[in-house]
């Protein structure tokens, strides 16, 4: 549904992901100003009726809530630091650039000492998932700041609400991208072996997508985590072992690169060597975080 056009936020950094929110603003009606380094990255905005902000300072001053998408917190302070102190006072920055908890929380500090309160984000789909069903984003900050701008804020995805400190929504962004990207390495390594063995793509597609699917062992997990039930009543450190054994040579006969099995059996071989082989591989969370 539109929004009215007395909505209105800034939009600060046009890449991919600034982009798509940028255009879902406007899809739904709101009053948007953009900035960005590189100006003619605002063309395609401009000519659907956004307004392009000649300064960071008229940016920032030209509405209530800004919206920051940047590479890093070095590029926020790059570029907000080309306006005055006072241009942020009674500002909303949601600022959902990747970084560091930590630089969650100082950039919340530098920014409530120029008057505004900082929302840290970390959004939880790709540019074209933006404004679509199921989209979410991890946000911590003031919980009265949110409430303020639920409405600009769920424009671009739904809220989850972690807490009141800046550097949440950070951690919970990163500990994700842990997963992410690991995972998506996983597959393409495997997709790598497939291929040396005359595997295509959408071959191995149906079988790389049941296999991905953790869902059954993340929920037997979790609640023995969290009891520290390391029993090894489904699989075990030793099997890991064996399996991976079975998988790096697998690899290396198949001619591709072995260092990521490699990498993953020397944990399980840690493990084991510390007398966890008949352990659940949920004993690994022990021997990482030494």
Wanted: net charge negative.
């Amino acid at each position: 549904m539109k929004e009215t056009a007395m909505n209105s936020v800034t939009v600060i950094g046009l890449g991919p992901m600034g982009q798509a929110m940028a255009h879902t603003y406007l899809d739904n009606g709101y009053d948007v100003t953009v900035w960005n380094r590189t100006a003619a990255k605002a063309d395609d905005l401009v000519a659907r009726g956004a307004r392009l902000a000649p300064s960071v300072e008229a940016a920032v001053t030209a509405n209530d809530l800004v919206v920051l998408s940047l590479t890093d917190y070095d590029a926020v302070y790059a570029i907000l630091e080309q306006a005055p102190a006072a241009a942020f006072a009674g500002r909303t920055v949601a600022n959902l650039t990747s970084d560091t908890p930590d630089k969650a929380r100082k950039a919340a500090a530098w920014l409530a000492e120029r008057g505004a309160v900082q929302i840290t984000g970390g959004v939880q789909v790709p540019p074209p998932l933006i404004g679509k069903e199921g989209a979410e984003t991890y946000y911590s900050g003031p919980e009265d700041a949110i409430e303020t701008h639920r409405a600009a804020l769920e424009v671009l995805t739904r809220i989850d609400h972690l807490g009141e400190d800046p550097g949440l929504a950070a951690l919970f962004y990163q500990i994700g991208m842990d997963m992410f990207w690991t995972g998506l390495v996983s597959y393409l390594h495997a997709q790598a072996v497939a291929e040396a063995n005359g595997i295509s793509a959408e071959r191995f597609l149906p079988n790389a997508v049941k296999t991905m699917d953790f869902r059954y062992f993340l929920e037997y997990y979790a609640p023995r985590i969290a009891a520290g039930n390391h029993e090894g009543e489904v699989e075990r450190v030793a099997m890991g072992v064996a399996s991976m054994e079975h998988v790096l040579h697998t690899v290396e006969a198949s001619g591709v690169d072995g260092s990521l099995p490699a990498t993953v059996l020397d944990l399980f071989r840690r493990a084991a060597a510390e007398g966890h082989g008949e352990d659940s591989l949920t004993r690994l969370i022990e021997v990482l975080k030494r």
